[in-house]
């Protein structure tokens, strides 16, 4: 299994984890890749906390939605409504995102067999698909379970799983497993 470290901001703070403390944490479990997510702090809070995170992981670190700290971190993760605002035509807005990013690591969610097949058109590194299974922290009305694997193997894409994945969890045609609280 390769873990792919959900950093949410919010639920650190919730439960009064430092980021020190997270960074531990994901080195213990040998985290291949970072998201940090962070939708209540203000822009240079989140700056500071990735660049934090760069100068303490030998891992990429991956900024969710947020384009203008891409020069940051490694990378981004979109979701299918973040596209939307750049361009309906997905394909044009990941063209002028490529063209902001360069070669940084770009991911994009997907929720279902459609969504996967646009993607495998577009120039992405890999998709966050999901959700697997209910979870606490994010509400969610699309529910894989066993569609996952099958989804996952008509990526062209690495695909990361996401929505309450355990670490015990083994997902067929799935490159990286996503946890965030899970960890916690």
Known sequence: MRLYALCDYETLTKRDISLSKFIDIITLHQAKILQYRNKTSPIDIQKQNLIFLKQNLDIPVIINDNLELAEFCDGVHLGQED??????????????????????????STHNEIEILEANKLNLDYIGLGAYRGTSTKD???????????LAK????KVAAIGGIKLDDNI?????????????
């Open 140 to 150: 969610v009305t699309n529910i894989l379970g066993d569609k996952l694997p099958y």
């Open 83 to 108: 596209l939307d605002k750049i361009n309906k035509n997905h394909d044009l807005a990941i063209k002028l995102i490529r063209k902001k990013i360069g070669s940084k690591i770009l991911g994009l």
């Open 172 to 184: 067929s045609n799935v490159y990286y497993h996503v946890i965030g609280s899970g960890l916690l």
């Open 154 to 157: 008509i990526s062209k894409h």
